[in-house]
């Protein structure tokens, strides 16, 4: 699943290392970032950038148990959209 | 409230404009209010993501002294909370980091490049604070906003322990300074020039000479650097004259107290006192090459041994000549007696160590093998006019 577009990047971050298991930004072309890792989120918020430039668009949120997906709803577009 | 934002608006400016060192004002939970840094959104979200966030946090509910803490990668931060607000000079790479070892921990993770590339970019606005300067700036902050100047023991110091540092090229660029301002050092200090030496070592003070420890000991890493300078500075005062067995004693002596201190700032004091003292020891040997050997010989014999009983007897053994025929020689080579000499230079010490104003009057009487305290003094007042309390009066007021 995407970040919503104005989802709070660093309470994203900070409930992502309160999950049960490892969160991953994925990127369309398949690279991987472990969101539990302190570096890996400095890395993924210096990616945020501005709004319109932001990396994060061309990646997904990718969580390794399914239960994660709703601990962390609030900043996941739905999988409709 | 309006004068001290002015001082810490002025105190903050001169700390960019030297060290690109930034300043930031936030909430007692971490609101923002203001921050004067580039990329300041990231940089923002980057503290309150790191460890340091909560290490601050923490710290400021049972102390009002000043801290520098360092996340695990060694992003650091100095911070200081002053009447319902945090104010913070950082980010900063701390010793023990740099961009390079970032860069090559971000690669052998197999961080996505495109990413990292931004991630870097930021980093490079990031100056490289040796724990000595941040310890500096956070009195200096102390002062800005209490208007009182707090001890550098009293400023708390927690480094978080580090990512692997398994990659061996993760040396910054300021890392080792530069070997050739390490030999133009050894050559300062080989022609007793303290004033050349201070200047390289200046430029030198985002390097560290010999790191040892790892992350997480700012105080062992101080000691580290301490005792590794020793045996630099040792071996370039042997090169300038100093005898082996002078070189080798004062340097034992200083990494004893080294390794006895508890505090970094006690540590660089040492490191001062001892860098003070073997630059007079080259100072004394080289105002003495237009004396005979022997009487050369006979000086640094003395200056080697000032904190113990000298003989006579001693000396000349050592010169290789009788005692009468040494003495009268050293008599007509330096103006005065052997023995007038050795006061001389045991009360020239004497003077040095209580300006330092750690010991006794008593105490250094002792240390330098004087048989009483009275003994001391009218000899202290013999030399210098005045007795050893009327000079640590003196001292005192200069200070005041």
């Known amino acids: 699943m995407r970040l919503k577009e104005k989802a709070n990047i660093v309470a994203f971050l900070q409930d992502a290392r309160a999950a049960r298991g490892d969160v991953w930004f994925q990127t369309d072309e398949g690279d991987q970032l472990n969101l539990k890792s302190v570096l890996s989120q400095y890395v993924f918020i210096s990616a945020a950038g501005n709004e319109g430039e932001s990396a994060l668009k061309n990646g997904k949120i990718v969580c390794e148990k399914k239960q994660d997906y709703q601990f962390l709803q609030e900043y996941l577009e739905s999988a409709e959209s | 409230m309006e004068h001290l934002e002015f001082r810490v608006s002025v105190m903050g400016e001169l700390l960019i404009a030297a060290h690109h060192l930034y300043n930031w004002k936030l909430e007692p939970d971490f609101e923002y209010i203001y921050g004067h840094c580039p990329e300041k959104e990231f940089f923002y979200n980057l503290f309150q993501l790191s460890s340091s966030s909560r290490t601050i946090k923490e710290h400021f509910q049972h102390s009002e002294m000043p801290i520098i803490c360092a996340d695990r990668v060694g992003i650091g931060w100095i911070a200081q909370f002053h009447e319902g607000a945090y104010y913070l000079l950082g980010p900063f790479f701390t010793m023990d980091a740099s961009e390079t070892y970032i860069r090559n921990i971000c690669y052998e993770a197999k961080f996505p490049s495109s990413l990292v590339t931004s991630f870097l970019v930021h980093l490079s606005l990031l100056p490289v604070i040796h724990i000595q300067n941040a310890m500096d700036y956070a009195v200096m902050l102390y002062r800005c906003l209490y208007g009182i100047t707090p001890r550098k023991n009293d400023v708390e110091i927690s480094f978080e322990e580090g990512v692997s540092a398994e990659a061996e090229s993760w040396s910054s660029g300021t890392w080792h300074g530069t070997f050739q301002a390490e030999r133009k050092m050894v050559e300062a200090i080989k022609k007793g020039d303290l004033e050349a030496f201070n200047e390289i070592a200046r430029g030198l003070s985002g390097a560290q000479i010999g790191k040892l420890a790892g992350m997480g000991d700012a105080l062992r890493q101080t000691k580290n650097s301490g005792i590794v300078f020793a045996t630099i500075i040792s071996r370039a005062a042997m090169e300038a004259g100093v005898s082996s067995e002078g070189a080798y004693n004062l340097s034992d002596y200083y990494i004893q107290k080294i390794e006895g201190s508890r505090f970094v700032s006690d540590t660089q004091h040492i490191v001062e006192e001892m860098t003070y003292a073997f630059f007079q020891r080259i100072r004394h040997v080289t105002a003495n090459l237009s004396c005979s050997r022997a009487v050369r010989i006979a000086a640094e014999y003395i200056e080697t041994h000032l904190r113990e009983k000298i003989s006579l007897d001693e000396i000349?053994?050592?010169?290789?000549?009788?005692?009468?025929?040494?003495?009268?020689?050293?008599?007509?080579?330096?103006?005065?007696?052997?023995?007038?000499?050795?006061?001389?230079?045991?009360?020239?010490?004497?003077?040095?160590?209580?300006?330092?104003?750690?010991?006794?009057?008593?105490?250094?009487?002792?240390?330098?093998?004087?048989?009483?305290?009275?003994?001391?003094?009218?000899?202290?007042?013999?030399?210098?006019?005045?007795?050893?309390?009327?000079?640590?009066?003196?001292?005192?007021n200069a200070g005041s």
């Open chain 2, 316 to 396: 000349a053994k050592e010169a290789g000549y009788a005692s009468y025929y040494l003495s009268g020689k050293f008599q007509k080579e330096m103006g005065e007696s052997i023995n007038s000499y050795i006061r001389r230079r045991k009360i020239e010490l004497a003077k040095e160590l209580m300006w330092e104003g750690r010991k006794t009057a008593v105490d250094i009487a002792e240390e330098l093998c004087f048989s009483s305290p009275s003994y001391f003094a009218a000899t202290f007042r013999k030399y210098t006019g005045m007795s050893p309390t009327e000079f640590i009066d003196k001292k005192e």
